[in-house]
């Protein structure tokens, strides 16, 4: 069965620095999404992707963050300077033009030290 | 900005007994509700979604009850069985382009044997 991967699992980094998040969607979806949940929180919707542009995006995802579709497989999230609450999972999802479900990856844990 | 709301954080019942997991919601714009299951360490897994011209949707063990007037949706599991304990999350989208989703907080189902 076709899964969303993404890559690392756990991304370590300190203050100030930028991060680079991967996420493989399903191949046949149209529309991408990385959703993020703080320890204890509930899951937050950031931005959603398609047709090579943002459609939506939310309070969270300002200035410091950026989503990209570098070539035909990968969808990334890169934030520029990363603070100590954007320690997080971040979760990458997809889906096809016509359904509402999305699909989710396994999400990578970030940690700002 | 509390959209969805799963008012029971957590949930324990027997195997073989019916779990019913409880979600309202505020928004009236909302017109498509899902329910995924999260384990530890792994992203939210897809169960079920039902649309708002629908009041009932059955996959399985699995049911969800939608009332439109109160707002309400449920997530009816028989029987239960260990392997469904997990964190259940609701979630509504407003149908259209890239559709954001909604997570409520969650309800942490145990099923004992």
């Known amino acids: 069965e076709p899964e969303v991967t993404q890559t690392p699992s756990h991304q370590v980094t300190q203050m100030g620095q930028e991060v680079i998040l991967r996420c493989v969607p399903i191949s046949n979806h149209l529309y991408f999404y990385w959703y993020r949940q703080i320890l204890g929180q509930k899951v937050e919707f950031l931005v959603s992707f398609y047709n090579n542009e943002i459609s939506e995006k939310s309070e969270i995802f300002d200035d410091q963050f950026s989503v990209e579709r570098p070539d035909g497989s990968n969808f990334t999230l890169k934030i520029r300077s990363t603070k100590l609450e954007d320690s997080a999972m971040y979760f990458c999802a997809s889906s096809v033009i016509r359904t509402y479900e999305q699909y989710f990856g396994p999400g990578t844990r970030l940690t700002v030290t | 900005d509390q959209q969805v709301k799963q008012n029971s954080p957590s949930l324990s019942v027997q195997e073989g007994r019916i779990s019913i997991l409880n979600c309202d919601y505020t928004n009236s714009m909302f017109d498509y509700f899902l329910w995924y299951k999260k384990y530890p360490a792994e992203g939210p897994t897809f169960l079920i979604s039902i649309s708002s011209i629908k009041d009932k949707n059955e996959d399985g063990r699995f049911t969800v009850f939608l009332n439109k007037s109160a707002k309400h949706l449920s997530l009816h599991i028989v029987p239960s069985q260990p392997g469904d304990s997990a964190v259940y999350f609701c979630?509504?989208?407003?149908?259209?382009?890239?559709?954001?989703?909604?997570f409520g907080t969650g309800t942490r189902l145990q099923v004992t044997l």
């Open positions: 979630a509504a989208t407003q149908t259209g382009t890239a559709s954001k989703l909604t």
